[in-house]
């Protein structure tokens, strides 16, 4: 990580953007210390350091919507920090979800720590791995898999059972990304693909 330098600000304070560690979304902008800062590290929850009440503040301290730190990120001049955390609650004091206004939900990032994860067991194959297994087995039963794993959804679909439906739509959704890595492709290339199409 880059080195913070506190003292390129008079006051000593540096912006610190909060991002939600799973949706993406921008959920706050506060100022740190190197007393705000450390504290953060230490505990692993952000405490800023309030510029009206002139003392470190603790996002949550009183609504218990905490931030709890995941990642912590400097910017290339050392001067700003970004902080993904999962939030507790909402994060704004108005009591919505961000304090610009916008609903914080879409988990679609964890399917790009899931195509991490797939790619991992391809190049780091296991014996106890269902994911390395399929690689194993080679293109056509992946294709297979996903054919599979279609029909079934298909058939999940035409009952009421949400909790079956949504379980098979998970596998499909699974051996699609297996399917993508083994075909050496990112899920980027087809978001591109709908992308394109939705511009015409």
Not at 2 to 24: H, M, R, W, Y
Not at 156 to 184: I, T
Request: net charge negative; hydrophobic share 40%; charged share 30%.
């Amino acid at each position: 990580m880059n080195e913070i330098n506190f003292d390129k600000s008079p006051d000593g304070l540096i912006p610190a953007v909060i991002q939600d560690a799973e949706t993406g979304k921008v959920l706050m902008l506060g100022y740190m210390n190197r007393e705000a800062y450390d504290k953060t590290v230490a505990e692993n929850v952000v405490t800023f350091f309030s510029r009206s009440k002139q003392r470190l503040w603790t996002k949550g301290e009183t609504s218990n919507n905490f931030l709890h730190v995941e990642n912590l990120l400097v910017d290339c001049d050392g001067d700003t920090l970004l902080v993904k955390a999962r939030p507790a609650g909402p994060t704004c004091h108005t009591g919505a979800d961000t304090c610009f206004e916008e609903v914080n939900r879409g988990q679609g990032q964890f399917l790009n720590y899931l195509q991490g994860v797939i790619h991992d067991r391809k190049m780091n194959p296991s014996d106890k791995s269902y994911t390395a297994s399929l690689f194993g087995r080679g293109v056509n039963k992946i294709a297979q898999k996903v054919g599979e794993e279609a029909v079934e959804l298909v058939i999940e679909a035409k009952d009421d059972n949400d909790d079956l439906f949504k379980g098979e739509a998970a596998d499909l959704l699974f051996h699609f990304l297996v399917l993508l890595e083994q075909k050496n492709l990112d899920l980027d290339d087809i978001v591109a693909v709908l992308k394109g199409r939705h511009a015409k």
